[in-house]
Antibody, heavy 119, light 108 residues
């Protein structure tokens, strides 16, 4: 069965960096695009970034563009999110999610990892 | 940027029908997807491409999309349907994925 497991969250000071990981299993990772989506405490869902299955395209939400970088390692079946210059407003649960072949929505989600940006 | 607006809350009695709207400029020209999120859990896709259901999602969940409004309909509502619901589209103008503001469904 499809499984996505995020890790790497924690407490970090403003201005510092953090890298999140998402370990994928139960499907052919290299065939699927992958997203990061976040949710601030008590707030709605916010799309963060997408990487194409072949890494040919990457897109970012306006609030993270230039600070966050999405990447993947096919040999490790792992998705990453490098987060730099973190701000208090980046505090959220970060989910990885799979882009289905049809492109229709986000069909599988991980359970999320909490990032808290605070001094 | 493209904006999707949902009512903050919808209340419905068990066995009745809940309708959750998602408003966006000419949303009828886009494919709309809907997610259910229960407290402390990750979102779950319940309707994709306006009206299709993933395997395992009850037929009670249905969707429609026309003009400036997409609608998720939950028929014969059960206590277990109490959750937050989000609509979502892809904005081809910006290559951004957009979520609606979210609707909390309360089963009375």
């Amino acid at each position: 069965q499809v499984q996505l497991v995020e890790s790497g969250g924690g407490v970090v000071q403003p201005g510092r960096s953090l890298r999140l990981s998402c370990a994928a299993s139960g499907f052919t990772f290299s065939n699927y695009g992958m997203h990061w989506v976040r949710q601030a405490p008590g707030k709605g869902l916010e799309w963060v970034a997408i990487i194409w299955f072949d890494e040919s395209r990457k897109f970012y939400g306006d609030s993270v563009k230039g600070r966050f970088t999405i990447s993947r390692d096919k040999s490790k079946n792992t998705l990453y999110l490098q987060m730099n210059s973190l701000r208090a407003e980046d505090t959220a649960v970060y989910y990885c999610a799979r882009r289905p072949s049809s492109g229709a929505g986000f069909d599988y989600w991980g359970q999320g990892t909490l990032v808290t940006v605070s001094s | 940027s493209y904006v999707l607006t949902q009512p903050p809350s919808v209340s419905v009695a068990p066995g009745q029908t809940a309708k959750i709207t998602c408003e966006g400029n000419n949303i009828g020209s886009k494919s709309v997807h809907w997610y259910q999120q229960k407290p402390g859990q990750a979102p779950v896709l319940v309707v994709y491409n306006n009206r299709d259901r993933p395997s395992g999602i009850p037929e009670r969940f249905s969707g429609s999309n026309s003009g400036n409004t997409a609608t998720l309909t939950i028929s014969r509502v059960e206590a277990g349907d109490e959750a937050d619901y989000y609509c979502q589209v892809w904005d081809s103008n910006t290559d951004h994925y957009v979520f609606g503001t979210g609707t909390k469904v309360t089963v009375l």
